[in-house]
């Protein structure tokens, strides 16, 4: 067994014995990145010097005794949208490839201060653009089930990382479902919070009104525990909510028994992988097996959702992306005959052929005569999405669906086909809408690739999702399967 297919406690328990030291489980990652990143591509930038000073610092204090942080010694991989004092961030884009941030964002403040070590960045989409990882101006990611497949999108890199068993855990973010759908392709678990329960600041903006940043883990006790130390109000995010944080591991108690949980009929419908829908019913039979209830009900406006999200995101990240105009930072162009030249030719080089697919409709739904019938519009039909869970949480706890309509699909497939790539977020893209919490965990294989099964919460109820989750986990041994890799 590997030291990262422990469970968080047992690692801190192995620590504290002196059967194990930072330093082992600094070389332990490093040691299996050297091993596998080769084939998997999970990340673009390592830290390695810092993370062995750092290691040998907490190795220290292990030694001297005292109290000791949330994920004290745990390595992590970090998103390389989330900025890193003195580490390259990129967006895994060839604009910011000369971007060394001089802060860190509020969540990496937050895993310093649990006392993880930060192994490195991990590729992505670029500018989280993508639900594949093959939208990476450098190299795109491969799935360790199988590296013709894609890790999906877009923190690939996250979620691949964390199946090798390259790390412990990764931070990745989710705008329409990037941290829920790699989670599933790649056969761990991803939590998607409550818009505003984790910080923003520090998150390079896709679209502002959608991004949240959140946890992948192999398990669900672990992504508690790293939900625990990222959560919080933060004054420098204009959006992040005031509102008391729970202890999540509390809420772990295995119990359901009176748990009502909602079935959405549009999330089996058409379009649906017949193995991926009989592993979500054969799911719906183990939480009756444990004394929850479930029904069907319907999301009349989830297929209004995909239009609405690409409007909805493709303008605020118009908006967003404006900032990169090769004056300020970032990759300049070189011998440009004027300022609006220095802008053209910047963007053109700069920028990968989907963000300049989603920058112009964003900058078309926006654009005089136009913002009415198509901007507004988006904005009316989120406000009905809204409602439609609204209606069904007066009647139920939780909902339940698949993560994916499919599994994972081979490298190369769909990438010419931008539609058909959009559809595969149809199942997490209306949480996104929605603002409201929801976790991917494992509940079956097809072909021999992960499926993953989406729970779904009322805004900042993560306690009951995470227990939902957990109590699914602990009947089952889905996310005990590993990927046969190196």
Not at 192 to 212: E, I, M, N
Request: charge should be negative; glycine fraction near 10%.
């Amino acid at each position: 067994m590997s030291l990262f297919d422990l469970r968080l406690q047992d690692v801190h328990s192995k620590l504290n014995n002196k059967e194990l030291t930072v330093s082992d489980l600094v070389d332990a990652s490093y040691r299996r990145i050297a091993e596998t990143d080769e084939k998997i591509k999970s990340f673009l930038t390592l830290n390695e010097e810092n993370a062995r000073r750092q290691a040998d610092s907490l190795d220290k204090q292990l030694q001297e005794g005292g109290e000791r942080g949330l994920l004290f010694g745990l390595p992590a991989g970090v998103k390389d949208n989330i900025v890193t004092e003195g580490l390259l961030t990129t967006c895994a884009s060839q604009f910011l490839s000369n971007y060394n941030p001089i802060y860190d964002a509020t969540t990496v403040s937050k895993l310093k201060s649990a006392q993880s070590v930060t192994i490195g960045k991990l590729n992505m989409d670029e500018f989280a653009m993508g639900g594949s990882n093959e939208n990476s101006s450098y190299y795109p990611t491969r799935n360790p089930w199988n590296p013709e497949y894609v890790p999906g999108g877009s923190s690939g890199g996250s979620a691949a990382s964390v199946a090798a068993g390259q790390v412990y855990f990764s931070l990745g973010s989710d705008t329409g479902g990037s941290i829920r759908q790699p989670a599933a392709y790649c056969g761990i678990v991803g939590l998607k919070p409550t818009y505003g329960l984790v910080s923003r600041f520090g998150l390079v903006a896709f679209a502002s009104s959608l991004d949240q940043i959140g946890p992948l883990t192999k398990n669900v006790e672990d992504s508690a525990y790293v939900l625990q130390a990222i959560a919080g109000y933060d004054e420098k995010d204009s959006t992040s909510a005031n509102v008391d944080i729970p202890d999540y591991t509390s809420a772990l108690t295995g119990d359901v028994k009176g748990l009502r949980i909602g079935v959405p009929r549009e999330y089996l419908g058409e379009g649906i992988d017949p193995k991926v829908k009989e592993a979500v019913m054969h799911a719906l039979k183990t939480f009756e097996s444990m004394g929850a209830t479930w029904e069907e009900v319907s999301l009349p406006h989830t297929e209004y959702a995909i239009a609405t999200y690409y409007l909805l995101s493709s303008s605020e990240a118009s908006s967003n992306l404006a900032r990169f105009d090769g004056v300020r930072y970032g990759v300049r162009a070189d011998n440009p005959d004027n300022l609006i030249d220095l802008y053209r030719k910047s963007r053109s080089q700069g920028f990968g052929p989907e963000v300049k697919r989603r920058i112009m409709l964003g900058t078309y739904a926006l654009s005089s005569g136009y913002y009415d019938a198509y901007y507004l519009k988006a904005q009316k039909v989120r406000t009905l999405i809204k409602q439609d869970f609204d209606n069904v949480f007066n009647q139920y706890d939780i909902i339940i669906g698949p993560t994916a309509p499919t599994t994972a699909f081979k490298i190369g497939e769909q990438v010419g086909d931008p539609l058909t790539m959009y559809l595969n977020d149809i199942c997490t893209i209306p949480v996104s809408l929605a603002g409201i919490p929801a976790i991917s965990v494992p509940c079956g294989t097809a072909d021999g690739m992960p499926i993953g099964l989406q729970i779904i919460g009322k805004a900042f109820d993560e306690s009951t999702v995470l227990r939902a989750a957990h109590a699914f986990e602990q009947q089952t041994e889905f996310h005990k399967l590993r990927p046969q890799l190196g």
